[in-house]
């Protein structure tokens, strides 16, 4: 069992910068891959952000590709989510998930464990 907790939402600028931390609880952490999806109001959530265990990969939506970059601290049992250039269409509840490792078809499914959610506004 893995629990997850999001930190680091807040209300930004456009242009402006936000770091999200996923702190999680699972002693082998290092055993899991990471992801961040998000969820705007009236829309499905979707897939931002993904890094595996060993942090060999990463994988990133088109959307904020150039803008966020995702890394983790095993170390810490936490990954973060650096997000920058931020755009109005960029608010959402952003949610950290975890999965174990594995052989898996895509980077961006098949996650078990979900945090709560952190919210993420950005104005114009």
């Known amino acids: 069992q893995v629990q997850l907790v999001e930190s680091g939402g807040g209300l930004v600028q456009a242009g402006g910068s936000l770091r999200l931390s996923c702190a999680a609880s699972a002693r082998t952490f290092s055993s899991y891959d990471m992801g961040w999806f998000r969820q705007a109001p009236g829309k499905e959530r979707e897939f931002v952000a993904a890094i595996t265990w060993t942090s060999g990969m990463t994988n990133y939506a088109d959307s904020v590709k150039g803008r966020f970059t995702i890394s983790r601290d095993n170390a810490k049992n936490t990954v973060y989510l650096q997000m920058s250039s931020l755009k109005p269409e960029d608010t959402a509840v952003y949610y950290c998930?975890?999965?174990?490792?594995?052989?898996?078809?895509?980077?961006?499914?098949?996650?078990?464990?979900w945090g709560q959610g952190t919210q993420v506004t950005v104005s114009s």
């Open positions: 998930a975890a999965r174990p490792r594995g052989i898996y078809v895509s980077m961006r499914t098949n996650y078990n464990y």
